[in-house]
């Protein structure tokens, strides 16, 4: 018997690493590729024993302003967040505790404004950024990001509201407490961690958004994506240079994911499932 319980143990746990290895190869290779010469990152067979080297990152600074780009990307991912949480939070407030019989077909309506493909909305949205003098600025590249996460935040926000007691919300009126009382009194600290998980899941979307960084921005407000990019060029791509450039975009991301991970978890898991 215990024979029997244990091989299905160890196929999962094999199965676990293998699928494991196969996820972090692709971050792996990438890690390796960085610390190569050129002439190494094209070897054939690959190398997996050399010498490494730390011109690529050198070459990176040199190249462009990392510092800037990191700059860039902090500032439109942490302001997006900020704005769109305050936008969302009384949204989902409103739809949460006063609900109508069209709350549900807004919020559906909202979520199905994600599947449309962002380069449909392209040339409206680059035409308004132009016309207001917005092209290749943080202001622009936050306004876009905070709506194209609007949807998601009001949906896991209305999901974490719709959580909360309605007896807790009913004795804080009893009690005399206004809106506005009950919303940042009651409401807020009782949704805690929805806001948290929330405001982390689409930090981490902000940051890893390339197509409109790409397309309403350059050298000035070009955020980590875009010098990622700029390492394509009519002559090839530079393996070794791409891959410490990319390590550099992702290395802060996949360290401040790690230390949230438990409420990215929740956050990719909570609200969209319910």
């Known amino acids: 018997m215990q024979t029997d319980s244990i091989v299905p143990v160890i196929l999962r746990t094999a199965g676990a690493w293998v699928l494991s290895l196969l996820l972090f190869f692709p971050l792996g290779w990438l890690v390796l590729t960085a610390f190569k010469t050129e002439l190494q990152a094209i ?13 690529n990152f ?5 190249r462009s302003d990392y510092l800037l780009f990191a700059k860039n990307s902090i500032i ?21 505790f006063f609900r109508t019989k069209r709350t549900r077909d807004i919020l559906m309506w ?5 599947m449309m493909p962002a380069v449909g909305a392209l040339v409206p949205i680059y035409v308004l ?8 600025s943080r202001t622009a590249l936050v306004v876009v990001f905070t709506l194209s996460n609007l949807p998601i935040m ?3 926000l209305y999901t974490s509201f719709k959580d ?16 506005w009382t009950e919303f940042r009194n009651v409401v807020m600290p009782l949704s805690i961690g929805g806001l948290a998980s929330t405001g982390l899941l689409c930090l981490v979307l902000s940051w890893n958004e390339a197509f409109w960084a790409l397309n309403l921005s350059s050298a000035k407000a070009g955020t980590l994506a875009v010098l990622i990019a700029s390492y394509s060029s009519p002559e090839g791509l530079f393996w070794a ?7 550099l975009a992702i290395a802060p991301i996949v360290v401040f994911g790690w230390f949230s991970q438990k409420q990215l978890v929740q956050g990719l898991t909570f609200g969209a499932v319910k």
Request: no cysteine; proline share 8%.
């Open 43 to 55: 070897h054939v067979p690959p190398l997996f024993i050399f010498e490494p080297t730390m011109d």
């Open 110 to 114: 909202m979520l199905s404004t994600k």
């Open 164 to 179: 909360i007691p309605p007896e807790i919300l009913e004795a804080a009126r009893m009690d005399g407490a206004t809106l």
């Open 154 to 156: 009001v949906w896991m």
């Open 76 to 96: 439109t991912s942490v302001g997006s967040t900020i704005l769109g949480l305050a936008i969302a939070a009384p949204a989902a407030y409103s739809m949460a």
């Open 129 to 136: 950024a132009q016309t207001a003098g917005l092209l290749d």
């Open 241 to 247: 240079k791409l891959s410490a450039a990319s390590l």
């Open 58 to 62: 050198s070459e990176v600074q040199r």
